[in-house]
């Protein structure tokens, strides 16, 4: 079985305004500070907040420059 592995923070940030970066790295600083112990990745907070926001960076792409 292959282990599950967690989704890359994005280097691209076109689509994310400069408060939402602010407290997205905030609030994901916390989890990891105070949040829940480690838990599998379909339940961990911190991979749901980088999947969102992987999503918002390739829905703000245009669709010739879309990573694989």
Known sequence: MSEARPTPIPAETTGLSLGYRFVWRLQYTLLAWGGPAQMPLHRDPRERMRRERTAR????LPSEIQPD
Do not use: E, F, L, S
Not at 57 to 60: E, K
């Open 57 to 60: 960076v390739r829905a703000a």
